[in-house]
């Protein structure tokens, strides 16, 4: 028997529930209302106030290796340290271990002030503390609803990670991509820099940005008015990172070149100096050296003209350095061997009235072509040089690169010049014989050597090995294909006249290598005044050679801009033996199996 307090309990929680399912059922309602039948215009309602914002997600900027893979430049991350001047003149409330908030003894929050933690915060970012203070206190005055200042900028992950750690709710870190160069200078002039922004500025790093550059991607989403992001409005777009650029530079050699030519430079007192170093067989630059060089990491410490690359962008009068293209053509054109002769005073008056001098004074002699270039006459070269017509002689010199520049394609770099043959008068005629009246760059003077040590072919000078790109492609550098500029018998026989000029040259004894055949020649040019003249005392000296003469590996060019210890050419002997030593011991080159076989100097 079911009692009447039984049935109204019962009817109570049939009630209850009822009211329960009916309130559900309204929510179910509501809710498909808002989700599915008025969607859209809920969606556009709230779109309407809300804000779309993007943010920025940085790609990498590409890594620049030498030749070996050791990174000369990568990207890392800088951050600037903004605060919230309205919410930081507040201060914030003291916490213990366990951060529960400080009491005093009223029972109210202990509060610390702004100039407590900026003084916290200057230690950090080692500015004064004042200065750090004033950036909220000024602001505030100016205006007290002010929301944003910079407290620093381009601080570094271990700047930011300590600054983190504060946790001071007014304090932000935008991240600011960034370039740090691990070796610092070495090869810093070629390598180049970056601006504070990240703009390539010089160097490879502005040479190379299309393999370089990273391309930035973003989040877009949108927030409401009360600043929360909306659910499903954010959109990705990915990041490309740069590619890896690969240099031809052997960072191990260009590191000892530079500790060279930076002591040679300073003890000749020359206002600076290059050491330039190109594999034979490929054209590759493995090093260049230069004085003064820049640190990449800190360029404001070089001057303004010590930033670039003056090796690259250098041109002069290469003077007897270019003797060697006159035997070439007057070997191809006129017939000559090293054996044919001319009688060759100190001076002489030719008969169009041009006036040539030697060097030094000495009495009438006959030299044949390979004592020429032995003792590096003017008088000589002339002679042989005006067997052949100034046409050909111009376009020899053109063959060589006079006048086209280098493969390098080198930012500010000289193609050099030259006067057009219709334009040379009675000395001209001749000075373009011994390396006067045209201008080239050094990279040019160390690859008229390369091509003649490697049987005449021209191989084009490089910087680049390879740029990998952010999908693992590996591109190669677009180079002009080898060029054959004289006849490989030719090149022989030049070769041999420059090995001579080294075994029985009056610089013998001072850069023979015990074990090693090796060729070159020495060059003592003057220096434009820019009144159309000369200066006088003072030269860009160069030596540039090649070894072993039997088996060329490598070509070495050392310069020396207006050494005032000692003027000459013999100013670049110590240089270039300790520079071409250190190649062959790097590069484990095996030493000569023969001697060098003397051709006659005089006859």
């Known amino acids: 028997m ?41 969606i556009s309602d709230s779109r309407d106030l809300a804000t779309e914002t993007a943010r920025v997600v940085y790609g990498a900027r590409g890594e620049i290796t030498d030749t070996h893979g050791a990174v000369l430049a990568t990207s ?18 003291a916490t213990d271990a366990d951060g529960k908030k400080i009491l005093d003894d009223e029972g109210q929050p202990v509060t610390i002030e702004w100039t407590e933690l900026a003084a916290a ?87 190379e940005e ?34 890896t650029l690969r240099l031809t530079i052997d960072a191990d050699l260009q590191w000892y070149m530079q500790q060279l030519i930076a002591e040679e430079t300073d003890r000749l007192r020359a206002n600076w100096g290059g050491i330039v170093v190109v594999e034979v067989a490929t054209g590759k630059i493995r090093a260049a050296a230069e004085t003064a060089s820049v640190d990449p990491n800190d360029v404001g410490a070089s001057a303004p003209e010590d930033r670039a690359s003056r090796l690259l962008r250098y041109s002069y009068e290469p003077g007897s350095t270019f003797k060697p293209v006159t035997a070439a053509t007057a070997i191809e054109q006129a017939g000559l061997t090293s054996a044919s002769t001319v009688v060759v005073p100190d001076r002489k008056v030719f008969a169009n009235g041009a006036v040539i001098n030697d060097s030094e004074h000495h009495a009438t002699e006959t030299l044949t072509l390979a004592g020429g ?41 000289p193609q050099g010049t030259y006067i ?49 790109s952010a999908d693992g492609v590996v591109h190669a550098p677009d180079l002009p294909a080898p060029t054959r500029v004289i006849d490989k018998s030719t090149a022989a026989e030049v070769g041999l006249m420059l090995e001579n000029v080294f075994a029985q040259g009056t610089l013998a004894d001072d850069v023979a290598i015990d074990g090693y055949r ?23 000296t160069s030596l540039v050679g090649y070894a072993p003469a039997d088996d060329p590996q490598y070509v070495v060019l050392t310069v020396f801009d207006e050494p005032k210890k000692t003027r000459m050419s013999s100013a670049n002997r110590p240089a270039f033996t300790q520079a071409m030593t250190q190649v062959l011991k790097h590069y484990r080159i095996m030493p000569s199996e023969s001697e060098t076989s003397l051709l006659p100097v005089t006859r």
């Not at 393999?211 to 990041?239: F, H, M, N, S, W």
């Not at 067997?387 to 006079?402: A, I, N, S, W």
């Open 518 to 540: 090796m060729a070159g020649k020495t060059g003592t040019a003057q220096v434009p005044n820019g009144k159309g003249g000369y200066k006088s005392g003072v030269y860009f």
């Open 76 to 93: 890392t991350t800088l951050y600037d340290v903004q605060v919230d001047p309205m919410m930081a003149a507040k201060g914030i409330a």
């Open 121 to 207: 915060i200057a230690e950090i970012t080692g500015q004064d503390a004042a200065k750090v203070a004033a950036v909220v206190t000024d602001a505030v005055a100016a205006d007290p609803a002010d929301r944003f200042e910079y407290i620093t900028r381009y601080a570094s992950t271990a700047t930011y990670r300590e600054l983190a750690e504060l946790e001071l709710p007014f304090l932000t870190f935008p991240p600011h991509p960034a370039r740090t160069y691990p070796d610092g200078a070495v090869a810093g002039n070629i390598v180049g820099f970056v601006g504070s922004d990240g703009t390539p500025l010089e160097g490879i790093e502005s040479v």
């Open 420 to 468: 057009p043959v219709d334009q040379w008068d009675n000395q001209t005629y001749y000075t373009t014989t011994f390396g006067q009246a045209f201008t080239v760059t050094v990279p040019q003077v160390a690859s008229v050597y390369q091509t003649i040590a490697n049987d005449g072919v021209r191989m084009p000078l490089s910087l680049v090995e390879s740029c990998t």
């Open 2 to 42: 079911t009692t009447r307090a039984t049935r109204s309990q019962r009817r109570r929680t049939v009630v209850a529930l009822a009211v329960v399912l009916i309130v559900l059922a309204a929510f179910v309602i509501r809710l498909v209302d808002i989700q599915v039948v008025n969607a859209n215009q809920h």
């Open 210 to 243: 299309s393999c370089l550059a990273a391309e930035d991607g973003r989040v877009l989403y949108q927030r409401g008015a009360d600043g929360v992001i909306i659910p499903g409005t954010e959109e990705t777009e990915k990041a490309t990172d740069g590619g």
């Open 373 to 413: 270039l032995v003792r590096s006459s003017n008088v000589a070269m002339s002679q042989f040089g005006a067997l052949v017509d100034p046409e050909t002689r111009l376009e020899y010199l053109q063959k060589f690169g006079v006048g086209e520049g280098t493969a390098l394609n080198w930012p500010g770099e």
